[in-house]
């Protein structure tokens, strides 16, 4: 057999092969045999030294262009094959719409943190700024310009948690009352200012009491501010969060930086004032503390309480939030426990 006949049984049988294969390797398998340096046809190209100088271009032009078409046809058939590999892959992996998703775990804000947001949003559109305050705090802020001493009985209305003699955490909102009387500007208008947060006190721990609780403070100074003021800031809050028909009233009370302090009542929101279990059948639930900021208060932070006079109330968010929702238990804010949360979602 001549040498061209050769090439030409090859690439008849090659172009067979690769019509047959259906396999990606099976494929590269026939590149490396037949194309390869120990192919056929890199041997028959070793051959042509046996030629005659006539004939050996004319072979190694056969030889190349058969080299040529096979190594197109293998590659045609390498895309075809690598296309219908990707769509059997992809048909393999292909997603049901229609299969029930799974079901991702959605979040809520805490209830505190949401009825706390709803009063700062009350303030906010009367005209109160928001202050944050320290969580550690000074003594000197917490009690002294306050208006507890050292040595004051009443500091034992609130256990303290201290982390140096002068050092403690706050037990209380109020001391963001002093630090924000002693930067403000009366020349650019009166103080009106909210500080909500987190304080701690070291009372055991029961239904309605907990080690750390929140709180929001309320501050006004200005010329001319009275208690009547007090009363009605204060009736409009509860309207707004407790219904429209709400009323307070103002029952004479003790804390050392307000003169006079007031404990302050709400008409029951679930009776209406006839009595119920949620005011105990009084008809009126407690729901902050409050009163006129003591003389020596605002002289301490330096100003003149001659010319100037305010307000002040410090309210718990958690027993609103208690009321409110007839929660039973302030340790249920605190536990974490994902059921109890989940049920304010749509709140
Ligand atoms: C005060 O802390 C005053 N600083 C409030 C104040 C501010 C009065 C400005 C006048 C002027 P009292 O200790 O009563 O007051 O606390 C205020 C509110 O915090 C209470 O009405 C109650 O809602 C809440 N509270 C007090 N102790 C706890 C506790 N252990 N757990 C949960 N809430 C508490």
């Not at 050392?256 to 929101?269: G, I, L, R």
């Not at 009163?291 to 605002?298: F, K, W, Y």
Request: proline share 4%; charged share 30%; aromatic share 8%.
């Amino acid at each position: 057999m001549s040498l061209q006949e050769k090439l030409e049984t090859l690439k008849v049988a090659t172009l067979a092969k690769i019509e047959a294969v259906n396999e990606l390797n099976a494929l590269n398998q026939i590149r490396v045999e037949v194309l390869g340096k120990k192919g056929p046809i890199t041997e028959v190209l070793r051959g042509m030294k046996d030629l005659s100088a006539e004939e050996r271009p004319k072979v190694g032009s056969f030889a190349n262009e058969i080299r040529d078409l096979l190594v197109e046809k293998i590659d045609e058939k390498k895309t075809t094959l690598e296309a219908a590999a990707l769509l059997v892959a992809l048909e393999k992996e292909s997603i049901d719409v229609t299969l029930p998703g799974k079901q991702m775990p959605v979040g809520t804000r805490h209830v505190l943190t949401k009825i706390m947001e709803e009063i700062e949003d009350i303030f906010i559109g009367m005209g109160y700024q928001v202050v944050e305050g320290f969580e550690v705090e000074k003594d000197h802020y917490n009690f002294e310009r306050m208006n507890l001493p050292k040595d004051h009985p009443a500091r034992d209305m609130q256990d303290t948690f201290y982390i140096s003699e002068e050092v403690l955490i706050r037990t209380h909102t109020s001391p963001v009352q002093a630090r924000t009387m002693e930067k403000h500007d009366f020349t650019k208008g009166p103080l009106r200012m909210i500080s909500p947060g987190k304080v701690f006190r070291r009372d055991t721990d029961d239904a309605t009491h907990s080690h750390q609780f929140h709180q929001i403070e309320g501050l006004v100074i200005d010329k001319n501010v009275t208690m009547g003021d007090l009363k009605g800031t204060l009736e409009k809050l509860m309207q707004k969060m407790f219904g429209a028909d709400r009323q307070i009233r103002l029952r004479p009370s003790y804390f050392p930086f307000t003169e006079p302090s007031v404990e302050v009542d709400v008409s029951c929101f679930k009776c209406g004032g006839s009595g119920c279990n949620v005011c105990k059948q009084t008809g009126w639930i407690e729901i902050l503390g409050a009163g006129m900021v003591h003389p020596n208060v605002l002289e301490m932070s330096g100003i003149d309480s001659s010319v100037y006079s305010g307000f002040a109330f410090g309210l718990g968010p958690d027993r609103i939030a208690m009321l409110r929702y007839g929660v039973n238990d302030i340790r249920n804010f605190y536990l974490n426990d994902i059921r109890f949360i989940h049920q304010f979602k749509g709140e």
